[in-house]
């Protein structure tokens, strides 16, 4: 059982340079989020796609942006990598979270360690 | 705006010690209420969670009561073991026209042999 692949698991980046950071789920689950994990910060939600063809904006979207492509795929670019973007990137995924459902909670991916000089 | 507070860590214990860690939440609505484990390298996964005021979320030794009067969900486990050190987040969901989860700061657990 694969749950949630993230890739890659390290990245290192210069100033200004741009990455994608891959993310997907072989679960059939609707909903998926994009979480960055800073010391003494906790888990900060960037973006998330409560269903395919949705995305919409977290706590801290700025110098990020996200791509929806397939049920299963949900991808987060950075355009233009700056040093406050070091950290480690978390995506999840889950059924559409709703009051009252069983299954109610989120799949975690191992995650991305970014580091950006 | 909905939020998530939980003790500072990091906490160290003796191995077999009484375990609390706090967490109070401010939400409106009825949120769910879940505790997040995560340990070294890896990601986060579900440990217990309550849906709805005096519910008991309880897995592998761990407990945490919804007290809606004093809005806390604190995480207790009467004898705790070297295996479980790893940082515990606590978290609850909103829900909204998109429902999502909202994490506290997270508590870093070290226990000695």
């Known amino acids: 059982n694969a749950g949630v692949t993230q890739t890659p698991k390290f990245q290192v980046l210069k100033t200004g340079q741009s990455m994608t950071l891959q993310c997907a789920q072989d679960m059939n689950h609707n909903s998926m989020y994009w979480y960055r994990q800073d010391p003494g910060m906790g888990l900060r939600l960037i973006y998330y796609s409560a269903s395919e063809g949705t995305t919409d904006k977290g706590e801290v979207p700025n110098g990020y942006n996200v791509s929806r492509l397939n049920k299963r795929e949900f991808s987060l670019r950075l355009e233009s990598a700056a040093p406050s973007q070091t950290s480690v990137y978390f995506c999840?995924?889950?059924?559409?979270?709703?009051?009252?459902?069983?299954?109610?909670?989120?799949?975690f991916g191992s995650g991305t360690q970014l580091s950006v000089l | 705006g909905n939020s998530v507070t939980q003790m500072e860590g990091p906490v160290t214990l003796s191995e077999e010690a009484f375990l609390t860690i706090n967490c109070t939440y401010t939400a409106t609505g009825y949120p769910s209420l879940f505790w997040y484990v995560q340990y070294p390298g890896e990601g986060l996964q579900l440990l217990l969670k309550a849906t709805k005021a005096d519910d008991k979320g309880s897995n592998k030794g761990f407990e945490a009561t919804y007290r809606k009067e004093t809005t806390s969900f604190h995480l207790e486990k009467g004898s705790v073991q070297v295996s479980d050190s790893a940082v515990y987040f606590c978290a609850l969901t909103t829900y909204s026209s998109a429902s999502k989860i909202i994490f506290g700061s997270g508590t870093r657990l070290s226990i000695r042999p």
């Open positions: 999840a995924s889950s059924e559409a979270l709703r009051q009252g459902a069983t299954n109610e909670k989120l799949f």
